[in-house]
């Protein structure tokens, strides 16, 4: 209460503001009935600096903004329900509310993902596994029972891995780097090569391992007797070529047989033997048996089992004939009864151009040259 300022005593049972004014020294009786007021109370207001105690922490029960020693709990309410809601302002465009440290949430379990429940609570993921769904055959989520999951493809997908498709549709394969075998085809073992791709040479093998040719194609057992086949099954004029080889002119093919034993047409190449080309060859077709002990067969309507139609043997040829032979030089060796010439020819006179060895015939003479444009002849008789 100011100093010096004059009391007045009121009677409760008075109207505010009536009674005298008197000066109390002494001792004074309470009485219900009086209460004491001074003559000019003091104003209204005061300045906030006026106060004392302004730093005391003695009203644990509000809240402290500058901090309270040993930490403080803000309780939004007291009954069931009851919520603590805090806004960056009362203004309709709001701000964030920023939480400047680490924010330990104390319900949530540790090391966890956090979502939102149907209440938009915050809740701890136990499983991650409902949150992220894989796709069939190509992406497996595996819940692993403490909020994380493994990711797993159906098969190892790595260089050392051994995966297993049923198909595979692509626009092109590749390997790391080129090599001899750069892509195979093995059998179920892993250990046997049945198809190799030389990606260095651009060759193909079939059985070849590595292949050194363009098209490499071979056969150690007898279980195939047939190493190629090309079958067409259209027909009329419209049907296709079975095999068409296409020769460029300043180029040559060899279909060659360089085995140890007779082979049918085509033939096979073994790769430690080689070809004998010169220009003089060029945009030919050539049969070759690089090996002059054996002999190049063709067989018409019969298999390798039987005698061959034609047989090519070094400087001699067999018509039904195994093995054609003569006692002197090379020939035409024929395994029948009959030599047939379809036409007829008659030389104009004895110096009639001609090759020696060439032979003709019409009604009256069997003709023969016997040295280049040199013709002598034999008279047919009937008998």
């Known amino acids: 209460m100011p100093k010096n300022q004059p009391l007045r005593i009121i009677d409760s049972k008075q109207k505010k503001g009536s009674g005298g004014s008197v000066v109390i020294g002494g ?3 309470h009485d219900s009935r009086y209460w004491l007021r001074t003559e000019n109370p003091p104003p ?7 106060h004392t105690g302004l730093a005391d922490d003695d009203h644990a029960q509000y809240a402290l903004l500058i901090g309270r020693s040993g930490g403080q709990t803000l309780t939004g309410g007291t009954g069931a329900g009851d919520n603590l809601r805090l806004q960056s302002t009362s203004h309709a465009t709001k701000g964030d509310v920023i939480a400047g440290d680490p924010l330990l949430l104390e319900t949530l379990t540790a090391s966890r993902l956090l979502a ?11 499983n991650l596994a409902a949150w992220i769904v894989g796709t069939a055959n190509r992406v497996i989520v595996a819940n692993n029972g403490d909020g994380t999951i493994t990711l797993n493809m159906p098969q190892d997908l790595h260089p050392g891995a051994t995966p297993t498709f049923v198909g595979v549709v692509t626009s092109y394969v ?22 190799s791709v030389d990606t260095i040479n651009g060759c193909f093998g079939i059985n070849a391992n590595p292949p050194i040719f363009r098209l490499d ?20 004029t419209s049907a296709a070529v079975q095999l068409q080889l296409r020769n460029d002119a300043s180029q040559q093919f060899d279909l060659g047989i360089l085995s140890t034993a007779h082979t049918q047409f085509p033939g096979y190449g073994l790769p430690g033997d080689a070809f004998l080309r010169s220009s003089a060859q060029a ?27 034609l047989v090519l043997f070094s400087s001699n040829a067999g018509i039904n004939v195994d093995s054609p032979t003569f006692s002197s030089g090379s020939g035409l060796d024929i395994g029948g ?11 104009a006179s ?25 013709w002598r002849r034999v008279a047919i008789n009937a008998w």
Do not use: M
């Open 217 to 236: 194609v071979r056969e150690s057992t007898d279980e195939f007797a047939t190493l190629a086949r090309f079958r067409n099954f259209s027909s009329g």
């Open 337 to 347: 009864q009959n030599l047939r010439i379809r036409s007829s020819r008659t030389p």
């Open 116 to 126: 939102t429940d149907a209440n938009k609570r915050t809740v701890s993921v136990n």
């Open 174 to 195: 590749a390997p790391t780097s080129d090599d001899t075998t750069a892509f195979q085809i093995r059998k179920a073992d892993w250990n046997t090569a049945v198809v």
């Open 350 to 374: 004895s110096s009639e151009t001609g090759n020696v060895g060439e032979i003709c015939w019409d009604a009256n003479y069997i003709y023969v040259c016997t040295a280049t444009n040199t």
């Open 27 to 29: 001792s004074h009786t």
């Open 44 to 50: 209204a207001t005061h300045d906030h600096g006026e």
């Open 283 to 309: 945009g030919n077709l050539n049969f070759i048996s690089g090996n002059s002990s054996k002999s190049i067969r063709f067989f018409g309507g019969r298999n390798a089992n039987q005698t061959p139609t």
